[in-house]
T-cell receptor
């Protein structure tokens, strides 16, 4: 079993839809949770960073962390074609200083 | 993030040759991480370095791979005697402190072994 599980998709939605992306994890030591966006053949770009449980909002993006369920989510409101990319969850904590990534969800927002 | 510079962007090597990948972190960042991304997969941690020190190399293959971050100059990921299975995108990330805070990635080096 992978430490971080992420549905690879692909996920296709119409413009303006609300998108929900999710990851589950098994390591209870994880405390820091990130979402990265990666366009094709580019480097990952940090979107959201959350510490421990709770919600964080930034514009059209909302990150949620539920440590009791070991489940994190990223919501995108009013999705745009420019949001089409692969979204990677990542996390760290405990003795590990590196990030552990999910495999990524490929999102396409159709105009 | 344009602040982390990786070069070359594309590298083609024949089997048995050496590959050298370079990473210049963002200004002021002294922590560097290397990750490898295979097609359709997420990023896998390889090594974490600070200036002149390897802090964690638990993700590095035991043979043929090495990394350094000298006092002056970029961090280097070196792959000796490359094989086809080394073909991947290699990403470098840098941060101000340990990676529990925000990390910024470069655009990657895409290595193709022919």
């Amino acid at each position: 079993q992978k430490e971080v599980e992420q549905d690879p998709g692909p996920l296709s939605v119409p413009e303006g839809a609300i998108v929900s992306l999710n990851c589950t994890y098994s390591n209870s030591a994880f405390q820091y949770f990130m979402w990265y966006r990666q366009y094709s053949r580019k480097g990952p770009e940090l979107l959201m960073y959350t510490y421990s449980s709770g919600n964080k909002e930034d514009g059209r993006f909302t990150a949620q962390v539920d440590k009791s369920s070991k489940y994190i989510s990223l919501f995108i409101r009013d999705s745009q074609p420019s949001d089409s990319a692969t979204y990677l969850c990542a996390m760290s904590g405990g003795s590990a200083r590196q990030l552990t990534f999910g495999s990524g969800t490929q999102l396409t927002v159709l105009p | 993030n344009a602040g982390v510079m990786q070069n070359p962007r594309h590298l083609v090597r024949r089997r048995g040759q050496e590959a050298r990948l370079r990473c210049s972190p963002m200004k002021g960042h002294s922590h560097v991480y290397w990750y490898r991304q295979l097609p359709e997969e997420g990023l896998k941690f390889m090594v974490y370095l600070q200036k002149e020190n390897i802090i964690d190399e638990s993700g590095m293959p035991k043979e043929r791979f090495s990394a350094e971050f000298p006092k002056e100059g970029p961090s280097i990921l070196r792959i000796q005697q490359v094989v086809r299975g080394d073909s991947a995108a290699y990403f470098c990330a840098s941060s101000l402190g340990q990676l529990n805070t925000e990390a910024f990635f470069g655009q990657g080096t895409r290595l193709t072994v022919v």
